[in-house]
């Protein structure tokens, strides 16, 4: 099986995403379930950016692509007036279509008599109609709508005279409005929407420091007692992950929820399983699925953390070597440097080298554990401030893992996959990118 990761892992009102994870999942039925009930109702898919809102609208938006629904997509990015986007993106055609359809059965209750048969052909004489402006009352709200493009003018006003209109030809009309914000043109017209007292359905997208904005009380209640929400806050479960993945690669979706870690937003879980597939498929072309399979597995963990983190050590050290002149570097020593603490303890640090006016040390810490355990020689060199001859001390760690906390000692990770690409020499600049990532805050 080839996994089908998208180019643009941002959706777009024009995509066409999978939907993947519990989450998402029953939220789009929730809000469907929501859509098919009689009368009112607002909903808020809350989320930070990356989060797949965008995804869920357009989820719910082809679930109702059946006639009973007429859904409006409004997609308020870097837009300000709400207005202006509803008639932008309206289909007009299709609602004109819609209400042909309905004057076509009553053709003799409109007016379209013999007489009008012979003297002209029915689209013909509906658009002679449309510019006369006067209609049989009982169907005057299908006329209004097949005159769409005379009818109405782009107001808020009208907006509610057209779903009006729309809810008596008997479509559930629902309103999916994407990024809304809190200004003025955006909130404005939700308030009229809010309090017009018609039968639909408005559904919009919202980011929490949005929602924790909005100062009108009103508008502010109905947002966040009265709506159905759906909360796609992080953090991300790794059976969310995994779900988020199975939408695009069924196949690989255990090793790769696995294997990536350190992730906050379902953008950055499709992102990072579109790399880590990509490259072990580059390792495995003319390979079966399994060697795919054995490639992704290999980044879970690092074999013989004890080994690979002496070997680290050695790397770095020569990274730090081809990057002398770059940082000012004076001197790298060998092996690890015997140290004396404040109290008169012996302590070896891995890594030691030395600027014109600092000397740096650091530990190499590498563990298959959420966390570091043997961190005793980290905290006895912690306590050096100045070496023998008096210059300043800067202390640090480099690990897979960040939650290791020492007063006093800069943390640097690098994660599982970069660290087997560097142990196995597979990316020979990769471990100087990071070293560069590294000395420039030390330096900083």
Known sequence: MVCEFPEYTVTQWNSKPRLGGR??????????????????????????????????????????????????????????????????????????????????????????????????????????????????????????????????SNTIDDIINLIDDVSKIGKRVVLLVDETRNVGGIMNPLHRLLNSNLKFKLVLTLIPEVLSTITDGALKRRLEE???????????????????????????????????????TANEVLIKARELYNEAAKECVGSSSKCIEDQLSSSLGIDEPMQASKELEKRIREGLNRLMNDFGIKYVHGKGKRMRTPDNQTVIPDIYFVTKDRVFIGDVKITNKDNVNNIENVRKFSMIERDESGMGVVKFIISNVDNINVSGVKVFKIDNEKMNKILKGTDNELLLQELRRILKELMS
């Open 226 to 264: 009265d709506a159905l929400r759906v909360d796609l806050s992080p953090p991300l479960s790794e059976e969310e992950i995994r779900g988020i993945i199975s939408a695009y690669c069924e196949e690989y979706a255990d090793p790769l929820a696995r294997a990536i870690k350190d992730v906050k």
């Open 23 to 152: 989450r998402w999942n029953e939220g789009v039925s929730e809000l469907e379930k929501l859509a098919k009930s009689e009368g009112f109702g607002v909903a808020v898919v809350l989320g930070s950016p990356g989060m797949g809102k965008t995804a869920v609208l357009l989820a719910l938006k082809n679930r109702l692509a059946d006639s009973n629904f007429f859904t409006v997509f409004i997609d308020l990015a870097g837009k300000e007036d709400l207005v202006e986007e509803f008639w932008r993106n309206l289909d007009k055609e299709k609602l004109k279509a819609e209400a042909y359809t309905y004057l076509a059965k009553h053709k003799k209750e409109i007016g379209y008599s013999r007489l009008a048969r012979i003297a002209k052909e029915f689209h013909a004489w509906l658009d002679m109609e449309c510019k006369k402006g006067k209609h049989n009352p009982q169907y005057a709200h299908l006329f209004r709508v097949y005159c769409i493009y005379s009818s109405y």
